[in-house]
C-alpha cells in the first residue's frame, strides 16, 4: 500500500485519514465552525484530517438547486480555513479550466465521481502536483478504477487515492458492494468510504437519502480494510442548502469517530491475531 503526506497528514497510514466538511461552501462562517470542531477531534483520536468543502456543485438534480458561493470567493475560504486552523483541505474540480486555481489553494484535488472517466481532468489534476481523490464512478466496477489511476501516473500523479460511495442499483437507489473495498485496495493506493454520499437515493428534483445507515456501513467498511473515511457533516443538516437528507448532523461527530477508530482497532487485532 503506497502511503504519502498530504501535509501534516498521513495518508495510507496506520491510522484511518479523516475528509469531512460540509457539503458545500454555504458561508465562511459554517466552514469555521466545521473545521474548528473536527480538527479537535480528530486531533484528540491521533487521526489524520484532511477538510473539505466544494466552491461550487455542478451536479444538481435542480438547476434552481444551490450551487456555492463560485469559485473566487469559495477558494478565498478554504484558504482562510487552511491559514487558521494549519489543515489541508480538498475540493472538487469539475472542468480542466478550474484545476490551476484551485490547486493554487487545496492540498487534494477531488474528481467527483461522476467525471471519474474524464481523462483531460484526470491528467490536469495529476500535472498540478497535488494528491488527487478520485471518486468511483456510480457506474464504474471497483477494477475499473486501474484506469483513472494510468492515467493519473503517466501524467506525473504520485499521490492517489480512491473513493468509494456508492453503485447505482436500479433507479433511484446506490448500494455499497463491500468487496469493493478488497479489490480497490489491491490496486495499491489508499482507499476511503464515503459514508454520507453512499447513502443518497439519486432522481427527481431533489437528492434523497437515510442518514441512519451512516453508522452500520461505516462499521462495515473499516472492518473490511478501508485507509479512512469521506464524510460530509453540518451543524443542521435538515436545513443545509446540499445534500439535506444525508449529511451527518456535526453532535453526532464524536461518536461517529469513536465508532470508527474502535472498529478499526477491533479489525487490526483480528488481522494479526
Not at 466552491?55 to 438547476?63: L, V
Not at 484526470?122 to 471497483?142: D, H, I, M, S, Y
Request: proline share 5%; aromatic share 6%.
Amino acid at each position: 500500500m503506497k502511503r504519502f503526506a498530504i501535509g501534516p497528514a498521513d495518508a495510507g497510514g496506520p491510522r484511518p485519514l479523516i475528509i469531512a466538511g460540509p457539503c458545500v461552501i454555504e458561508s465562511a462562517e459554517l466552514c469555521l465552525t466545521v473545521a474548528e470542531r473536527l480538527k479537535s477531534l480528530c486531533a484528540a483520536r491521533q487521526l489524520p484530517f484532511v477538510f473539505k468543502a466544494s466552491y461550487r456543485k455542478a451536479n444538481r438534480s435542480s438547476g434552481r438547486s444551490f450551487a456555492g458561493l463560485g469559485m473566487a470567493e469559495g477558494l478565498d475560504v478554504l484558504a482562510r480555513i487552511k491559514r487558521e486552523f494549519d489543515v489541508p483541505v480538498l475540493t472538487d474540480v469539475h472542468e480542466e479550466a478550474e484545476v490551476a486555481a484551485a490547486a493554487e489553494v487545496a492540498d487534494v484535488l477531488q474528481i467527483p465521481a461522476f467525471l471519474s472517466r474524464q481523462t483531460g481532468l484526470l491528467v490536469a489534476a495529476a500535472r498540478t502536483g497535488r494528491a488527487v481523490n478520485v471518486k468511483k464512478g456510480q457506474f464504474l466496477a471497483p477494477g475499473d478504477m486501474q484506469n483513472a489511476i494510468d492515467k493519473i501516473t503517466a501524467a506525473g500523479g504520485q499521490r492517489i487515492l480512491l473513493t468509494e460511495r456508492g453503485t447505482t442499483f436500479g433507479y433511484g437507489d446506490l448500494v455499497v458492494d463491500m468487496r469493493s473495498f478488497v479489490i480497490m485496495r489491491e490496486l495499491g493506493w489508499p482507499v476511503l468510504y464515503d459514508a454520507t454520499h453512499s447513502l443518497q437515493r439519486p432522481g427527481g428534483a431533489e437528492t434523497k437519502g437515510d442518514r441512519r445507515f451512516a453508522f452500520p456501513l461505516m462499521r462495515a467498511a473499516v472492518a473490511c480494510g478501508v485507509d479512512g473515511l469521506f464524510f460530509e457533516a453540518h451543524p443542521d443538516p435538515e436545513h443545509a442548502l446540499s445534500d439535506a437528507a444525508t449529511q451527518l448532523p456535526l453532535a453526532q461527530a464524536e461518536a461517529f469517530l469513536d465508532e470508527a477508530v474502535r472498529m478499526h482497532e477491533a479489525s487490526r487485532e483480528a488481522t494479526h491475531a
